[in-house]
């Protein structure tokens, strides 16, 4: 059996090492020069839209995947016939643009914050009138880890907004004053199984993840995100991982975006979960029975970003995945995984951790 993969970050890596466990080749297209998933098998060194290294993988393999969410959808119309590719092409589309995402969510009666579509400097104002600032103002597409966006607090800073994204199709969302926030990850196999992992408990800076934790005690919000992972996995008749992002406003969720692939805020599921998040999607697109979602206790994780410090790298606390990366600044490096017996204890090793990053 072997698995072909688009796109050979990180995300491919841990795949990579997942499919290996689960006696399964891979291999990958990806236009840089030893990426992190080189490590793990073959990669076809091309751009991800090139229909000769995509019909070349997809000619190898049994199943296609992606590890990234701006693979060109078109690009995966030339190796439909050849081999399945999962996630389906129209959870990659709504998840590329999002006002599409927004709409699916209203489809769905997924609650989500008040937004308007943006095309001209007049729909700006009218955007500021309905949704009040400060306003959050968003690409509709490629925007990733924050980028792309702009925060206006008064209508001074709509020229300023206009000017700096104006060039493209925008949606401005409401200012969320929200608790905190998280994501819940959900895996759908080919014969429509579905699995639920616990809530994850996410801290951003900059737009960047920076700590997850899982599971999170809130039964009731818990059982609400599933319902709207369950929605969204039925409807788009998926398969493979699908990550839900969304912020806490009291005893409310409100969904901010979702991701088509394994998903950052779930990389402590390899060491604190009986099935990796990994593991789950490649037995979802193989057809396998999928694995427990259950937590080995009070999971964490904690992005390295930009340089692993020798600090850090002398702790010694939790399991270190270091992709192989040059260092760059905002570049995600590496994570580490920490698993606990109680919440308190995974949070002061977080803390260690974090204190040692910066
Ligand atoms: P995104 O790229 O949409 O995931 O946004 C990155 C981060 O910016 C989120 O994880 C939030 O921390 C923050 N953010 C995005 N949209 C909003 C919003 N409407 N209100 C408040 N914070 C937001």
Redesign the pocket.
């Known amino acids: 059996m072997r698995i072909g993969i688009i796109g050979a970050g990180q995300l491919g890596q841990m795949l990579g090492f997942a499919a290996r466990d689960l006696g399964a080749e891979v291999r990958f297209v990806d236009p840089a020069d030893k990426p992190p998933a080189a490590v793990c098998g073959k990669v076809i060194q091309s751009a991800f839209d090139d229909p000769v290294a995509l019909i070349a993988l997809a000619d190898t393999c049994d199943v296609i995947t992606y590890e990234f969410e701006n693979v060109p959808v078109e690009a995966l119309q030339h190796i439909a016939g050849i081999a399945p590719v999962y996630p389906p092409a129209a959870a990659l589309r709504h998840s590329q643009d999002r006002l599409d995402e927004k709409r699916l969510f209203n489809e769905l009666e997924i609650p989500l914050?008040d937004y308007h579509g943006i095309n001209s400097r007049e729909d700006m104002d009218a955007a500021a009138e309905k949704l009040g600032l400060p306003m959050?103002i968003?690409t509709r597409r490629f925007?990733?880890?924050?980028k792309g966006?702009f925060v206006a607090a008064s209508t001074d800073d709509l020229d300023a907004a206009w000017s700096e994204l104006g060039d493209q199709a925008l949606v401005a969302?409401?200012?969320?004053p929200?608790d905190y926030?998280v994501s819940c990850i959900g895996a759908r196999s080919v014969s429509g199984e579905v699995a639920i992992y616990p809530l994850s408990r996410n801290s951003?800076t900059d737009?960047i993840l920076r700590t997850s934790r899982s599971p999170v005690d809130a039964p009731e919000l818990s059982t609400k995100a599933s319902s709207f992972v369950e929605r969204l996995l039925d409807h788009l008749d998926y398969v493979g991982v699908l990550a839900l992002?969304l912020?806490v406003v009291g005893d409310e969720l409100l969904a901010?975006?979702f991701a088509p692939r394994v998903h950052n805020s779930g990389h402590w599921s390899i060491e604190g979960s009986e099935t990796s998040q990994f593991e789950n999607h490649l037995r979802a697109i193989l057809d396998l029975p999928l694995g427990s979602t259950a937590c080995n206790g009070h999971a964490g994780m904690v992005n390295l970003i930009g340089e692993i410090t020798e600090t850090t790298r002398a702790l010694k606390i939790g399991q270190m995945h270091d992709y192989g990366k040059t260092a760059r600044k905002g570049r995600k490096l590496g994570h580490i995984t920490v698993v606990a017996d109680t919440a308190e204890e995974r949070d002061t090793q977080i803390d260690r951790i974090g204190r040692s990053v910066t």
């Open positions: 914050p959050v968003k925007g990733y880890d924050g966006q969302e409401r200012w969320v929200f926030e951003h737009g992002e912020f901010n975006e």
